[in-house]
């Protein structure tokens, strides 16, 4: 079976968060792909907990930086998810293998991102009060399962 969807972590800064989005990517399918410089060790005990079980089936594929990674996967669509976007992710049309790009917790996508790719950026429409960004790992959720929904036929959903 194809890989659904890929789900990259530029810099990512909080193992907990990690350890979830990767027990996401096996649940589902995807592969994972994260951006060094990481915010903890591959080996940190947290990852490992979040991840439970299924860590060790992840095999996250590590990239020493943003052009590495470019280099490695000539991704053929990326789509970034920012509150900095303008358009709402629930226009976006998603495509069995698209790249959905996250930047790290404390400060999102490192900048040059929000020029450099401003027509493929995205949010998550938040319409609290108070509301200035979601948890990593519920964003990627959150995306990645209207990803899915919206290609389910393709992967038996």
């Not at 027990?23 to 060790?41: D, K, M, Q, Y």
């Not at 509150?83 to 999102?108: C, I, M, N, Q, W």
């Amino acid at each position: 079976m194809t890989t659904p969807f890929n789900i990259v972590l530029v810099e990512p800064e909080i193992p907990q968060n990690t350890g979830t989005i990767g027990r996401l990517a096996v649940s589902t399918g995807c592969r994972l792909h994260l951006i060094e410089p990481l915010g903890f060790s591959l080996e940190d005990k947290y990852l490992k907990r979040a991840g439970l079980d299924y860590w060790p089936r992840l095999a996250p594929k590590l990239h020493g930086t943003w052009e590495a990674f470019l280099e490695a996967e000539r991704p053929e669509r990326m789509l970034f998810i920012s509150t900095h976007g303008e358009k709402s992710f629930f226009d976006a049309e998603f495509r069995p293998g698209d790249y959905l790009v996250f930047g790290k917790e404390s400060a999102g996508l490192p900048p040059d991102f929000y020029t450099r790719y401003r027509e493929q950026m995205w949010r998550i429409p938040m319409p609290g009060e108070f509301s200035r960004s979601l948890n990593l790992a519920n964003a990627v959720s959150i995306v990645l399962y209207e990803a899915l929904r919206q290609n389910r036929s393709g992967f038996g959903i």
